[in-house]
C-alpha cells in the first residue's frame, strides 16, 4: 500500500476550489499518479498545506466518493478504490449473472414466449409519417391519436422517450435540482433508486400496505417538504399488489395540501390487470404520468409516453435536446400499430392473465406452507422471511436465485423478491417446499454449557 503524503499531493492541486480539487484528483488518479490501494493524507492535514478550510476539502472528497474513486475507511484513512469516473447503478450493477442457475427468479421480466410478434409492426413503422426528419417532434401525432382514448387524464401534452425509466431519469434530471428531497412509494424498483442515488437526492420511503402506500406514510413525510412523490399508480412492480382506487384518492387529498411534484410511474403498462389511473387531472400542473410499453410489447421497442402541462413537458424537453431530441419515428408507429392491431391486443390480455395465474399459484403454494402472501399480478412477489441472507442461501442450495428486499430500500427488509413471470407450473410446487425452508427462522447452534 503506497501512503501519499501532504506535500507532495498539495503540490498537483492548482485549483483551491472544491470543484477543482476533485477535477485534479481526478486526473491524477486516471494518469496514475494516484494509484488504485493509495492511501491519500488526512483531511487536516492536506486542507493545511492547501491553505484551504477542511470543509472544502470534504466536498471535494464527497464528490470522488460518490463516483467510487475514492472511500473513506473511517479512522484508517481515505484510499483510492478505482480509476473509472462513470457513476454505476449500485443496485442494479450488483444483481448478478445466474445463467448456470437451475432456476433463476432474481429477474421481473416478460415471457419471451408470451411476447406479440412484432414484424409487421416493425414494416409498418419503416413507413412512419416525418420518416428520418431531423425536425424534433415530441411525439408522433399518429401515436398521440391512439393514445389520448387510453389515458387515464386529459394531460395538456405528450412526449414519446426511450423506455420508462429513460423518461423518470430525464424528468427528474431535468426538474429535480440535486440536494433536493424526493419521496417515493416503497419498495422501490431498483433502478429508480439507483437513478435517485446518482441524483444525490435525499430519499424518503412512503410505507406501503396491501392497498398501496399509506396515508399516514404519506402524511408524515409531507412534512419534509419533499419536491416530488413517485408512485406506481396501477400496480407495484416489486410487490404485484394494485393501488386500490380508494386509496388513489385518498392520496389525492393529503397532496392537496402539498405542492410536490407528483410523478406516476406505470412501469408495467398493459400487463397490469388494472384499469390506468391518475391524479393528473387533479393536480393538472404538477403531474407527470409515464407509461412504459417494455414489458407489454417487447423490450426491444425501448418505448415509453409521459404526458405533464405544457410546461413540464416543455422543460423535459429541453433537458433531452442535450443528448436524444426524440424518440425514433419507426417504434412509434411500431407502437401504435400494435396498440391498434386486434390480435396483439389478445395475445396481450392471454400473456397478462398468464403472469397473474403463474404469481398468484406461487403465491397460493406459499400461503398452504404458512408464508403469507396476498394475490395481485404482473412479474413477481415479494415473501416474507425471517432473515434475507439465510434465505438467499438456502435457496441458492437448491439452485435457486432470488434477491433480497433490501435491494429495493434503504435496509433490510425481512422479505424476498421472486420473479415470476417465467416461472413454468411444474416448478411451482417444489419452489414453495424450498421456500419454506428458507423463510423459516435460521438455526443456530448454541455452546456447549
Excluded at 413540464?312 to 396498440?339: D, G, H, K, P
Amino acid at each position: 500500500m503506497q501512503n501519499i503524503d501532504s506535500e507532495t499531493l498539495a503540490g498537483h492541486l492548482k485549483d483551491r476550489s472544491a470543484t477543482g480539487i476533485a477535477r485534479d484528483t481526478a486526473t491524477l488518479v486516471r494518469n496514475g499518479v494516484l494509484p488504485v490501494g493509495a492511501r491519500l493524507p488526512s483531511l487536516r492535514d492536506l486542507a493545511y498545506e492547501l491553505k484551504i478550510s477542511p470543509s472544502t476539502l470534504s466536498q471535494a472528497w464527497k464528490e470522488l466518493r460518490r463516483l467510487r474513486v475514492l472511500t473513506g475507511r473511517g479512522r484508517n484513512g481515505t484510499f483510492v478504490t478505482g480509476s473509472s469516473f462513470a457513476p454505476r447503478p449500485s443496485r442494479v450493477s450488483a444483481q448478478g449473472h445466474f445463467e448456470r442457475i437451475a432456476l433463476n427468479l432474481s429477474v421481473a421480466v416478460p415471457d419471451m414466449k408470451l411476447l406479440p410478434p412484432l414484424g409487421e409492426a416493425l414494416d409498418y413503422g419503416t413507413h412512419a409519417e416525418g420518416l428520418n426528419s431531423y425536425v424534433r417532434v415530441r411525439i408522433l401525432p399518429e401515436l398521440e391519436r391512439v393514445l389520448r382514448p387510453l389515458w387515464p387524464n386529459n394531460a395538456a401534452s405528450m412526449l414519446a422517450t426511450n423506455g420508462g425509466y429513460n423518461a423518470l431519469y430525464t424528468a427528474l434530471h431535468a426538474l429535480v435540482p440535486p440536494g433536493s428531497v424526493v419521496a417515493v412509494e416503497a419498495p422501490v424498483p431498483m433502478r429508480i433508486l439507483d437513478i435517485l442515488e446518482d441524483l444525490r437526492v435525499s430519499i424518503l420511503l412512503v410505507e406501503n400496505d396491501v392497498y398501496g402506500p399509506t396515508p399516514q406514510s404519506l402524511h408524515a413525510i409531507l412534512k419534509e417538504n419533499p419536491s416530488v412523490f413517485i408512485l406506481q399508480p396501477r400496480i407495484s412492480a416489486v410487490t404485484g399488489l394494485f393501488l386500490h382506487p380508494d386509496r388513489m384518492q385518498e392520496l389525492g387529498d393529503i397532496l392537496s395540501k402539498s405542492d410536490a411534484l407528483i410523478i406516476e410511474d406505470d412501469g408495467l403498462g398493459d400487463i397490469s390487470l388494472a384499469p390506468p389511473q391518475s391524479l393528473g387531472d387533479r393536480f393538472p400542473d404538477r403531474t407527470i404520468h409515464i407509461r412504459s410499453f417494455s414489458k407489454a410489447y417487447g423490450p426491444d421497442l425501448r418505448m415509453a409516453v409521459l404526458s405533464g402541462s405544457e410546461y413540464l413537458v416543455e422543460q423535459i424537453q429541453s433537458y433531452r435536446a442535450f443528448s436524444a431530441a426524440w424518440t425514433s419515428r419507426i417504434l412509434q408507429a411500431a407502437v401504435s400499430w400494435l396498440l391498434q392491431d386486434d390480435e396483439t391486443q389478445r395475445l396481450v390480455a392471454t400473456a397478462t392473465k398468464t403472469y397473474r395465474d403463474r404469481r398468484n399459484l406461487l403465491a397460493r403454494h406459499l400461503r398452504d406452507c404458512g408464508v403469507d402472501v396476498p394475490d395481485g399480478a404482473g412479474l413477481c412477489l415479494l415473501a416474507p422471511v425471517h432473515s434475507e441472507t439465510f434465505a438467499l442461501i438456502t435457496l441458492a442450495a437448491h439452485d435457486i436465485a432470488a434477491l433480497p428486499g433490501s435491494r429495493f430500500s434503504m435496509h433490510e427488509t425481512g422479505h424476498i423478491r421472486l420473479g415470476t413471470g417465467r416461472l413454468e407450473p411444474h416448478e411451482i410446487e417444489r419452489l414453495a417446499h424450498v421456500f419454506k425452508l428458507s423463510a423459516s427462522e435460521p438455526f443456530i447452534l448454541s455452546p456447549d454449557p
